[in-house]
């Protein structure tokens, strides 16, 4: 129950408003504008059904407009300067500017204006004016409300912001907490040439609104002709409490946010109270009052979310539905075009087994003829293919041979670099070990199917640890030569033995000499056989 004297009929028609907007469906229209989306030539987006966002959630799907906006980038700590602020088309005789200053980490704004007549002559439901910084990719700021006071409808009023760069508008709202601007831009600024400091760049600010009227047709400020001022008994921050009610009850915030409503009621009527209280307190009606529009403004996107999530889980469990009749549908034909295939095959295996008894008894004595011609041949060609192998592998032994010393065993050829090839302790190639190699590259290349493993030792001299390290590095060095020299480097591994595997006894120096090697041994089908590890007994 609306507890407030009633002292104009505008009153009592805006404590009804309500009741209009349940027909005008327009609850959603203060929520984030979906300024990231693509637009269409004229501005529309998604021909002309955007859907905002807040935290990835849609909200709402209207038509929005674009502006554009001088925006200025104020020098940080750069003292003050002044820009105008100018009434538009709806409100032509507003006047004033803006003192913005840069000092300490924040920008301060001092707002002077003149001509600024009650917000809800544009209808019913605008009841106070908002303050924004629009920066200029569009994101709006609300600064505050607006308030005029005196006869002249003046205002005086100090904000700020921690923006850099921004342009400054005056919108008509239904109540201070909304979150984006309505399309009612009454003020906009404008830089004064010569007088407007620490502009960096003019910059168009597009900032994206809600469409004009869509609360309720507006052609200008005498929309209403008997408009509610602050003057009357109860202050306008009560019927802007009223005002965010009524819309946050018509998003559905009985259902969806009970308990952030119930605090709205319980803010409202403390207000309500104290207006109607003998021992009346304006600053805590007013706060009361203003408390409830925020918790309205709360409550109503938490209603917009949870409709939203409603409509999706909706769509979601109507999609699951339709896609479970149709798989069910199809399941169905295809049991049936199953069922009748499995028939034709069946009928197909019976005829199929009946040609089939009677060709394998044809079948069984030229098997049996033909089994014998092909072990004989199996044999012959195993015998030949035996016989290439030996001799491939013998050839390439005399190739490899004649270039280093090389030698077969049960492991494949093993061709062997000496310590000499390579500077004492180290891994670099010797140039008369680099033409050696050159040479084994252009052999390997004439059998792409060998295998070859490049295998450094060591002697006993020195830890564990270097002579791994030493051992492994000569063999990357080798690797890394030949496949410079076009030896495929799939076919080629590197690993370092270090003091393992010895071919000699390392207590001499004949022998450390003889441990101190890299070998290459050469393995694949072509010459008969297979990669294997080394061993102390296979080496």
Known sequence: MIRIAIRSAHLAATLLMGGALCCAAVAPAQELNPTADARTANGVQNGGRPVGELNGVPLYRVNVVQRDLDAVNYFHRSGSTKIAMTGTSLLPRVKGEAKVGSEKGRISIDVHLEGLTPANGFGPEYLTYVLWAITPDGAPSNLGEVLPTGGGMKVDMQVTTNLQSFGLIVTAEPYFAVKVPSDVVVVENHIIEDKTAGVL??????????????????????TVFDPITRNEHSPLELYEAHNAYNIARLAGADKYAPDILAQVQTALKNADDMDMSKHRDEKMEITYARDAVQRAEDARISSLRKREAERQQAQVDARQVAESQAAASQLAAQQEALNAERARAAADREAAERARAEAQAANAQAAAASANAAAADSA????????????????????LNAVLATQETARGLVVTLGDVLFDTGRSNLKQNAQISLAKVSVILQQYPDLKLQIEGYTDA????????????SRADSTKAFLVTNNVNPESVTATGYGKSHPVADNSTAQGKAQNRRVEMVVSGPSIGVQTQAPTDAGQ
């Open 201 to 222: 760049g003019k910059v168009n600010a597009h900032y994206t609104l809600l469409p004009k009227g869509l609360y309720a047709e507006t052609a200008g400020s005498k």
């Open 461 to 472: 001299v020195g830890s564990d640890e270097y002579n791994l390290k030493l051992s492994q």
């Open 380 to 399: 012959a060609k195993a015998a030949a293919a035996q016989q290439s192998v030996v001799a491939m592998r013998e050839r390439l032994k005399e190739q």
